[in-house]
């Protein structure tokens, strides 16, 4: 079974910055396919942005150019470079792995105050 544990979420005022992180255990990292996933207040959890094995990336439409994903293989972790922060990127960030199965971590609050 494979772990995500993330952190770095939090509050900032808009126009601030953010780094998430999610670092991974019990598995082959370097060969998950990884991705980071947000939740609003009544709404769907949707794809923010997604890292291939390869390190081809791919942006929600909301967030490009102001959000940067990244993946150090050494140190098993997935990272999430947030800029130029909205109010409206306020959500439960989750952080996602492809392996045998899908796996989820447990989320981290990131509140965007105006």
């Known amino acids: 079974q494979v772990q995500l544990v993330e952190s770095g979420g939090g509050l900032v005022q808009a126009g601030g910055s953010l780094r998430l992180s999610c670092t991974a255990s019990?598995?082959?990292?370097?060969?998950?396919?990884m991705g980071w996933y947000r939740q609003a207040p009544g709404k769907q959890r949707e794809l923010v942005a997604r890292?291939?094995?390869?390190?081809?990336?791919n942006y929600a439409d909301s967030v490009m150019g102001r959000f940067t994903i990244s993946r150090d293989n050494a140190k098993n972790t997935l990272y999430l470079q947030m800029n130029s922060l909205k109010p409206e990127d306020t959500a439960v960030y989750y952080c996602?792995?492809?392996?045998?199965?899908?796996?989820w971590g447990q989320g981290t609050q990131v509140t965007v105050s105006s």
């Open positions: 996602h792995a492809r392996a045998e199965w899908n796996y």
């Open positions: 019990g598995g082959a990292f370097s060969t998950y396919a």
């Open positions: 890292i291939s094995t390869g390190g081809t990336t």
